[in-house]
């Protein structure tokens, strides 16, 4: 069976620091892979999205990256961190099938102070 | 475009029904799907439909789709507890879902 792990779970950061939050997934070979953000009171909004190894494209312009070094690992990076980046970031794979779910991650809650 | 509208707040009383309520604007989605959040944790897939069906039935779940109107709704049967959580209403764009803003679900005794 698939498995999607992130971490760490929990980041309290101060502004102007880095960040990397960090994706995998276990049992599927070259998923879709996402990055959303869930802020408080509001839904989810996605960041970014890959098909494939190096392959990164961003919803919205803003203070992160992504990368994705390997087929199964998707990172999430700031140079310097905002206090609007707090939030709670949910990582998601998917396949390009016809019905297209997505699974999520256990999310990783980020506090900038 | 993209635009999914789901009220934010829900409150029914344990054992009753819970309907919950979304519409969304892109006529082309061929698929929606309902999501559930607990406190803290990430987002656990319910059930999804196909645009083609207008009713779909798991165990306590009921969805009715009208694509007429765009409207899709989840309705729990006898609601518990464990139902406590947001729930998100979700259509599928060319390569992402777009989500609704979610509506949390309480569920008083």
């Known amino acids: 069976s698939q498995t999607i792990h992130q971490w760490p779970a929990t980041l309290v950061q101060p502004v102007g620091s880095p960040l990397s939050l960090e994706c995998t997934v276990e049992?599927?070979?070259?998923?879709?892979l996402y990055w959303y953000r869930q802020a408080a009171g509001r839904g989810l909004q996605l960041l970014f999205y890959?098909?494939?190894?190096?392959?990164i494209s961003s919803e919205v312009p803003q203070n992160l990256s992504a990368s994705r070094p390997q087929d199964r690992q998707f990172i999430l990076s700031s140079k310097k961190l905002l206090l609007s980046d707090s939030g709670f970031y949910l990582c998601?794979?998917?396949?390009?099938?016809?019905?297209?779910?997505?699974?999520f991650g256990e999310g990783s809650r980020l506090t900038v102070l | 475009g993209e635009d999914v509208e789901q009220s934010l707040f829900l409150s029914v009383r344990e054992g009753d029904s819970s309907v919950i309520n979304c519409t969304y604007t892109?006529?082309?989605?061929?698929?929606l799907y309902w999501y559930k959040q607990e406190p803290g944790a990430g987002l656990q897939l319910l059930t999804y439909?196909?645009?083609?069906?207008d009713m779909k039935q798991d165990q306590r779940l009921t969805v009715l789709l009208n694509k007429k109107d765009k409207h899709l709704s989840l309705r729990i049967a006898d609601t518990q507890t464990g139902d406590s959580a947001i729930y998100f209403c979700?259509?599928?764009?060319?390569?992402?879902?777009?989500f609704g803003a979610g509506t949390t679900v309480t569920v008083r005794a």
């Open positions: 979700a259509e599928k764009g060319d390569y992402k879902l777009s």
């Open positions: 892109d006529s082309s989605s061929t698929y």
């Open positions: 998601a794979w998917g396949k390009s099938t016809n019905t297209g779910e997505l699974f």
């Open positions: 049992g599927t070979s070259n998923p879709n």
């Open positions: 439909i196909f645009s083609n069906m």
């Open positions: 890959s098909v494939g190894i190096g392959q």
